[in-house]
């Protein structure tokens, strides 16, 4: 089968490799798309170490084809979106209801240790145990999320990572609520999801902040009620100006330490400052201690702190119903020949989500 492969900083290569059959507790899932999230640009530029050689992409949806033996939760022919994080059950975290950041965690191989990609002699890994940029991918079924048949799945991947850290850093780890002024630095794929998550919310306000205008642009379609450009002006000053001092909630979504400190500088007093954007490893943030100190309140947003089996089918349940946008996130399709491609139309900010279709 087809799949790219990662063989290190900035050497991704499409080629073919082999797919082993399901062991006990795993599913064979039959790739239909995959979202070209700007996380995987972290792991192709190195600034998240991983075992290499791996099969990148970890957004995507598919078909069951072959489950292994006791998997209890999904059968043949149905269709799926996959979670990067197969949640135990079992754990501390997981039976308090935060299955997002279960012990079990992201990790480079089957729960066994083992991988079920090779290429010969070669192992390759997974990545976070999805691989999505592969023909086929083998996940535990813990990560396969059952959904209506009746969504297109080249959809509703999105859903598998950017919306929902998106729209669960709001709904879930925010908790904004109806009435709420809401300021989202960075308009990407994940930021959209933000907004939409916001306008979910029922927020009145919504600042959407970003250096291109393409970008505001698709903020302002998908629910931004309040643009501002900052490479012209300082976003803080300006959304403090909207907000008569600050805004109730601000999420950064770029992974950077700076803008992190503008978005804790943009909340009022009583304000949340949200990081949802994947930082380099290794980074600080400097914020100033007495705001913190005065009722300020910063803290992150691990995949939209989602309880996947609750909050997967329910997101596409409002994208089904019309209340979620998705159609308007895919600015292009590439196959998985071009994956690059999708990755520099990312880079140069030309698209809202990219998918690989198979």
């Known amino acids: 089968m087809k799949a790219a492969v990662l063989y290190g900083p900035n050497n991704l290569v499409v080629e073919e ?5 399901p062991k006990a507790g795993e599913v064979l899932v039959k790739m239909a798309a995959a979202g070209v999230c700007h996380s995987d640009l972290h792991f192709i530029e190195g600034l998240w170490p991983y075992p290499a050689p791996f099969v990148m992409g970890h957004e995507g949806a598919g078909v069951i084809e ?12 149905d269709h799926v979106i996959l979670s990067w994080v197969a949640p135990c059950g079992l754990c501390r975290d997981c039976v308090a209801g935060r299955p997002y ?12 240790g083992t991988t ?13 145990g999805v691989s999505s940029f592969a023909e086929y991918a083998v996940v535990h079924e813990t990560a396969a999320i059952k959904v209506s048949s009746d969504a297109p799945l080249d959809r509703v991947a999105l859903i598998g990572c950017g919306v929902m850290t998106g729209v669960g850093a709001v709904i879930n780890t925010a908790n904004v609520e109806v009435g709420a002024s809401v300021a989202v630095f960075g308009c990407g794929g994940v ?24 970008k505001l642009e698709m903020a302002k379609k998908l ?14 000053a300006r959304i403090r100006e909207m907000t008569d001092g600050g805004a109730d909630y601000a999420f950064e979504v770029i992974g950077l330490p700076d803008v992190v400190t503008q978005a804790f500088e943009a909340i009022a007093t009583s304000g949340t400052a949200v990081m ?29 702190s989602a309880r996947v089996r609750i909050d997967m089918p329910m997101l596409v349940d409002l994208y ?31 698209v809202a989500r990219s998918i690989i279709k198979f």
Do not use: W
């Open 66 to 77: 072959k489950v292994g033996p006791g998997v209890t939760l999904v059968a043949p022919g």
């Open 101 to 112: 950041i279960c012990k079990a965690g992201p990790v480079a191989t089957m729960k066994d």
């Open 320 to 350: 089904m119903a019309g209340k979620l946008k998705l159609d308007e996130l895919v600015s292009r399709s590439y196959p998985i020949e071009k994956i690059s491609e999708a990755f520099e139309a990312m880079k140069n900010g030309e």
């Open 223 to 236: 629910g931004a009620t309040h643009v501002v450009n900052a490479s012209r002006e300082d976003p803080v």
């Open 17 to 21: 490799i082999e797919v082993e059959e």
């Open 276 to 304: 949802v954007g994947m930082p380099p490893l290794g980074s600080n943030i400097v914020i100033n201690s007495v705001p913190l100190f005065m009722g300020k309140t910063l803290k992150g947003a691990l995949y939209g």
């Open 116 to 128: 079920r990609f090779h290429k010969g002699d070669q192992r390759i890994f997974h990545q976070t």
């Open 191 to 214: 930021g959209l999801n933000v907004i939409q998550g916001a306008v979910l919310a029922g927020a009145i306000k919504i600042i959407a902040v970003d250096t291109l205008d393409n």
